[in-house]
């Protein structure tokens, strides 16, 4: 069993940063492929990024790619998002999402534990 919580959210204005963080406890962080999604009011759930177990192989959605950076510092057991040039089509709520498939993906099936989420507002 993995447990997941984000923090980092808030309010900013398009053009701002965030980062967000999801701190794990539970099973060997390590052993884990971990993700970001985000769902936006209205809409379904959507894969944002992804990185692999040690961190070499990293995906992006093409919606933030090179606007986003995912990473992952295990022996801190958490997993970051840094959040550049917000816009405001990025307003959603942000989840972080954990799978021992052990094959970095961007389904969601495919992640076994998710976190409760954390709000991201972009202001125009």
């Known amino acids: 069993q993995v447990q997941l919580v984000e923090s980092g959210g808030g309010l900013v204005q398009a053009g701002g940063s965030l980062r967000l963080s999801c701190a794990a406890s539970g099973r060997i962080f390590s052993s884990y492929v971990l993700g970001w999604f985000r769902q936006a009011p209205g809409k379904e759930r959507e894969f944002v990024a992804a990185?692999?177990?040690?961190?070499?192989?990293?995906y992006y959605a093409d919606s933030v790619k090179g606007r986003f950076t995912i990473s992952r510092d295990n022996a801190k057991i958490t997993v970051y998002l840094q959040m550049n040039s917000l816009k405001p089509e990025d307003t959603a709520l942000y989840y972080c999402?954990?799978?021992?498939?052990?094959?970095?993906?961007?389904?969601?099936?495919?992640?076994?534990?998710w976190g409760q989420g954390t709000q991201v507002t972009v202001s125009s």
């Open positions: 990185i692999s177990r040690s961190g070499r192989s990293i």
């Open positions: 999402a954990a799978g021992d498939a052990g094959v970095v993906t961007t389904e969601t099936s495919r992640y076994d534990y």
